[in-house]
């Protein structure tokens, strides 16, 4: 068993108090291999942010536990030698049961996400609670996020055709049953880089696909019934148009790409939302930059060499983010 301290990482509480009160949020970041990670971490010492990396219950099968928690572990001594030690949080995304987020605590994360939003309502708080209860008793305290409503989308472990917007009656008594620390929520987010199809949008004159706006009204209704409560943004990614063209550009494919434009993010980021997950733009940012190295130097087969540059743009991407959108960067 290893205790998320021993990692060097924290957990949520404090860090969420402090963006509640200061109007930004906080990164979310997915990461399942080691250029994602230097990215991140670099992008995030650069801009002083505090930091959570995220793991999904996918990710975790793809990379290792056991090497993703000393990765983890090796990115808070990586921040400490860049010279900035900023606060790094180990967070499972979209946590399926009760023993996943038992096993992920056990292995040292600081903090576990309990998906029961595809539940009843009742079967939800049940489930949110339990996880809650062996989280918050531990000595070091893990935090917990719970979600109600439903994104849709497809995403790692999450896949839903259709979405229902939280109901703002539901989030005084889902928080104080289930003690929950922070509250995903839908309010037209959604997971993937497809996010809505054509007819749910308009076109700009330059051809490219804006969503419906965000229910900034739910959001609102939320915040007047639990003040000052964290809430989490999932699928906030803005699928940045410079690089669907460069994918497609250097033999790529993708149709009908729609993202969250980054105006509502940050607006969304000045209220209680205090956790934006971003997880699609760090996929299209790392794709369409290995497309070009491959595009341009047919002969290249030192991963290094597209890795690299891939990594880069990532970095670039988030530090952009954290200064322009989430407003977290000089934070820490
Ligand atoms: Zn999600």
Redesign the pocket.
Known sequence: MTSYKELGLSNTVELFKKAVSGGYAIPAYNFNNLEQLQAIIQACVETKSPVILQVSSGARKYANANLLRNMARGAVEYAKELGHAVPVVLHL??GDSFELCVDCIENGFSSVMIDGSHLSYDENVALTKKVCDYAHSRPDYVSVEGELGV?AGV?DD?SSEHSHYTQPGEVEDFVKKTGVDSLAISIGTS?GAMKFKPEQCTRTADGILVPPPLRFDILEEIEKRIPGFPIVL??SSSVPVEYTKMILEFGGKLKDTVGIPEEQLRKAAKSAVCKI?IDSDGRLAMTAMIRKVFAQNPGEFDPRKYLGPARDELKKLYMHKNREVLGSAGKA
């Open positions: 995304d979209h994104l995403e999450v997971h999932h699928g997950n």
